[in-house]
């Protein structure tokens, strides 16, 4: 399996929680083994999940009655594009991972599918150490 293929299905969704789960965790693993082979380093990857995770704070601290994402979490979640931009010039080895991101925060729709997202970045930052640790190598 390929970036290219996981951007296509992703691209492909709906809503990022039509994303079937099994599926999900298998393509976050194809990003977080391509990050590896492209140099990315631990703290590249955690400073966008310490973004994502201070949403997820800021959305689990709030009674939310409907499925809908308030207006300010929107604006914070779309701001992982900026984030992962910068992030990306300054080292080019997240490339992969920019090209999947992206058009994952346009398929957030609800705060199920915002989630979801979330799992899946937590997915790829768990298989990420797992390659690292493992020096790349296969389950």
Same mark, same amino acid.
């Given at each position: 399996?390929?970036?290219?293929?996981?951007?296509?299905?992703?691209?492909?969704?709906?809503?990022?929680?039509?994303?079937?789960?099994?599926?999900?965790?298998?393509?976050?693993?194809? #990003? &977080?083994?391509?990050?590896?082979? *492209?140099?990315?380093?631990?703290?590249?990857? %955690?400073?966008?999940?310490?973004? +994502?995770? @201070?949403?997820?704070?800021?959305?689990?601290?709030?009674?939310?009655?409907?499925?809908?994402?308030?207006?300010?979490?929107?604006?914070?979640?779309?701001?992982?594009?900026?984030? #992962? &931009?910068?992030?990306?010039?300054? *080292?080019?080895?997240?490339?992969?991972?920019? %090209?999947?991101?992206?058009?994952? +925060?346009? @398929?957030?729709?609800?705060?199920?599918?915002?989630?979801?997202?979330?799992?899946?970045?937590?997915?790829?930052?768990?298989?990420?150490?797992?390659?690292?640790?493992?020096?790349?190598?296969?389950?």
């Amino acid at each position: 399996m390929s970036v290219d293929n996981v951007v296509n299905r992703i691209k492909n969704l709906k809503n990022f929680e039509d994303y079937d789960t099994e599926q999900m965790i298998k393509d976050a693993e194809t #990003i &977080a083994e391509a990050a590896h082979k *492209n140099g990315a380093k631990t703290n590249q990857i %955690r400073k966008i999940h310490t973004h +994502i995770t @201070k949403i997820y704070s800021a959305v689990s601290s709030r009674k939310i009655e409907n499925n809908n994402i308030p207006q300010d979490i929107k604006d914070e979640i779309l701001f992982i594009k900026p984030l #992962i &931009a910068y992030n990306t010039v300054r *080292n080019s080895n997240l490339s992969d991972l920019k %090209r999947v991101l992206d058009p994952s +925060i346009d @398929k957030i729709k609800t705060l199920d599918s915002f989630e979801k997202f979330k799992k899946f970045y937590d997915s790829i930052v768990a298989y990420f150490k797992y390659f690292e640790e493992n020096k790349g190598g296969k389950r």
